[in-house]
């Protein structure tokens, strides 16, 4: 299967920890972005490269976030000292070009 | 501010009959629309886009029209099939000049096929 994968698909921590999530995109995409969904909303945008450069960051990435994409393949997310505000399904996507971006199933985070 | 808003949260449909999902949006600079279909616990499936220079596009059972003079798309399927029971996300994109064309996502409705 060559479709975006996303690491790990669940993921319950208690309040304070660090958490990183990763995403394999499809390997000829250089577009990759970040989306968050909570209960009831549709994503919403968090960040997005191209290639190995992260060009554009949400409002909603506070300082506690970090993401990167080293080398322009696989990417990470980091969570540092998470809040329960945090939990929420954390989407990956990649896209070859605007017209559509293909998504990743997710990583469920749950915040004790 | 929801720049993109699907006010229908659910709709019921018989299956063979039409579905129509609507959407409407507020940002002018939005240029291009897409649908994504989503199961419980799987990320966004992509369905059908259109661009602003158009005002049509269908692909098999799916139709999508927009309307630029009312900020308007809606997603026609038809005939319907219980399979198509999913939530219905509506996004749109512009290009704001950050080369990111992140998309937009409305709230979404959630269809269901009655068989």
């Known amino acids: 299967d060559t479709g975006v994968s996303q690491d790990p698909r669940h993921k319950i921590t208690k309040r304070g920890q660090n958490v990183t999530f990763r995403c394999d995109p499809i390997?000829?995409?250089?577009?990759l972005y970040w989306y968050r969904q909570t209960l009831g909303q549709g994503p919403e945008f968090l960040t997005y490269?191209?290639?190995?450069?992260?060009?554009?960051k949400s409002r909603l990435l506070s300082d506690r976030f970090s993401a990167e994409r080293p080398k322009g393949s696989f990417s990470t997310l980091e969570i540092q000292r998470t809040e329960q505000g945090d939990s929420a399904m954390y989407l990956c996507?990649?896209?070859?070009?605007?017209?559509?971006?293909?998504f990743g199933q997710g990583t469920r985070l749950t915040v004790v | 501010d929801q720049q993109v808003k699907q006010n229908s949260p659910s709709l019921s449909v018989q299956e063979g009959r039409i579905s129509i999902l609507n959407c409407d949006y507020t940002n002018s600079m939005f240029d291009y629309f897409l649908w994504y279909k989503k199961y419980p616990a799987e990320g966004p499936t992509f369905l059908i886009s259109?661009?602003?220079?158009?005002d049509k596009n269908e692909d098999g059972r799916f139709t999508v029209f927009l309307n630029k003079s009312a900020k308007h798309l809606s997603l026609h399927i038809v005939p319907s099939q219980p399979g198509d029971s999913a939530v219905y996300f509506c996004?749109?994109?512009?290009?704001?000049?950050?080369?990111?064309?992140?998309?937009?996502f409305g709230k979404g409705t959630k269809l269901s096929v009655i068989p």
């Open positions: 996004a749109a994109s512009e290009d704001s000049g950050a080369g990111s064309y992140q998309l937009t």
């Open positions: 996507a990649s896209s070859p070009r605007r017209t559509k971006a293909f």
């Open positions: 490269f191209q290639n190995e450069a992260q060009l554009e």
């Open positions: 390997s000829e995409h250089n577009r």
């Open positions: 259109i661009s602003s220079i158009k």
